[in-house]
């Protein structure tokens, strides 16, 4: 099956820096990647769509300038928490679906941050 | 937007039962997909069922897009079996986003 991953797994930044995450699709490409967070116990709640060589589309209540997306590739989407605080901690997670195929979403495996 | 319902919260089991998930959505769907999230938060693709059945191994999933609902069978659970069971589905159009429900949290003991 499609593999999705992510970097870091995990990150612990103080508060007032910036924290980039990576996600990649390795077998497949995917014009769009999407960008998940998750807060204990709680579900997936979708942040942005993120589109190969164009602005990302941010859900409602989402900061766009604090949680920049980056689509540099068919392979790549980065997204930079900027002056990251203790309430932006929290489970983050991308999902890629294959541009060749319109069916099933893959998922990273998270990156795990917390802001201290 | 869409809602997606799951039932119910929370399940408890002995090893070597059987149960039923059930995921509600409220407005018809392109894509439906069902997902075991690990211990590590990892999310395992189950089944990818916007309509009809599906089997694999002990877990089956069944999808009626009329009735808008889909249930996910596990026989004789295993302790690996633990962990949270999300349905998520394709909102307006397919390639968008997948919503999801808030999960069935299932706990198998020995």
């Known amino acids: 099956g499609a593999v999705v991953s992510q970097h870091p797994s995990r990150v612990i930044c103080k508060s007032g820096t910036s924290v980039k995450i990576e996600c990649r699709s390795l077998d497949f490409q995917a014009t769009t990647m999407f960008w998940y967070r998750q807060f204990p116990k709680q579900s997936l709640m979708l942040m942005a769509t993120s589109n190969e060589g164009s602005k990302a589309t941010y859900e409602q209540g989402v900061e766009k300038d604090k949680f920049l997306i980056n689509h540099a590739s068919l392979t790549l989407s980065t997204l930079t928490v900027t002056s990251a605080h203790p309430e932006d901690s929290s489970f983050y997670i991308c999902?890629?679906?294959?541009?060749?195929?319109?069916?099933?979403?893959?998922f990273g495996p998270g990156t795990r941050l917390t802001v201290t | 937007g869409i809602q997606v319902e799951q039932s119910p919260p929370d399940l408890i089991l002995q090893e070597g039962a059987n149960s039923t998930l059930r995921c509600n959505f409220s407005d018809s769907v392109n894509n439906l997909q069902w997902f075991h999230q690990n211990p590590w938060g990892q999310l395992i693709n189950l089944f990818y069922i916007p309509s009809g059945t599906k089997q694999n191994g002990r877990l089956s999933a069944t999808t009626v897009a009329t009735e808008r609902y889909s249930l996910l069978y596990i026989s004789s659970s295993q302790t690996t079996d633990s962990g949270v069971y999300f349905c998520a589905v394709e909102r307006d159009q397919a390639g968008t986003a997948l919503i999801f429900g808030k999960g069935t949290t299932l706990s198998v003991s020995s």
């Open positions: 999902s890629a679906r294959d541009s060749d195929r319109v069916d099933e979403q893959y």
